[in-house]
């Protein structure tokens, strides 16, 4: 069970470099979200939902849209990177490979997952370059290994790609 979910506190700014900027990526270069393989989920957990499907009626949840305009709908443990994989014994049920021109991007980058009470929760997987929410238009780093509650508008920065958040009713 991953610690609870903390709030976002501002960080003071530490000294480095900026991540160096990565060229605009042309429709033609852009690479289809795939479902993850199976991994150890049971049949029943294998259910992949469609992510263009629309919501059933009462249904609540969290959509993710990408900087190639793709969206992905986060119903469980998702994973992103550049070529993310499920920890040993882990339960995914979505993998997002996400192309990085400048290398800036970890193979498995970070997590996104909902939480029981319905909250989205991001998490960085110690990754290299860190990862960033934009709140406001306030960055702050999130800790490697510890989840961070996201809210509908925030912008999650994984490197040089950026994922908007919005909450779907």
Do not use: C, F, Y
């Amino acid at each position: 069970q991953p610690p609870a979910p903390q709030p976002l506190a501002p960080q003071p700014p530490a000294p480095q470099d900026p991540a160096p900027r990565a060229p605009a990526v042309g429709p033609d270069q852009r690479v289809p979200i795939t479902p993850a393989p199976p991994t150890s989920a049971t049949p029943a957990q294998q259910h992949r939902p469609d992510p263009a499907a629309p919501a059933a009626p009462g249904a609540s949840g969290w959509t993710v849209r990408l900087d190639t305009g793709e969206e992905l709908t986060v119903d469980g443990l998702t994973l992103l990177g550049r070529g993310p994989q499920a920890r040993a014994g882990e339960s995914v049920s979505r993998l997002v490979p996400l192309q990085s021109s400048d290398m800036s991007v970890s193979k498995t980058h970070a997590q996104l997952q909902v939480a029981d009470d319905g909250t989205l929760v991001a998490m960085d997987r110690g990754s290299t370059n860190g990862s960033v929410v934009v709140r406001r238009g306030v960055p702050r780093h999130l800790s490697p290994g510890r989840p961070t509650t996201l809210l509908d508008g925030d912008v999650l920065r994984l490197g040089d790609r950026t994922l908007e958040i919005s909450r779907r009713a």
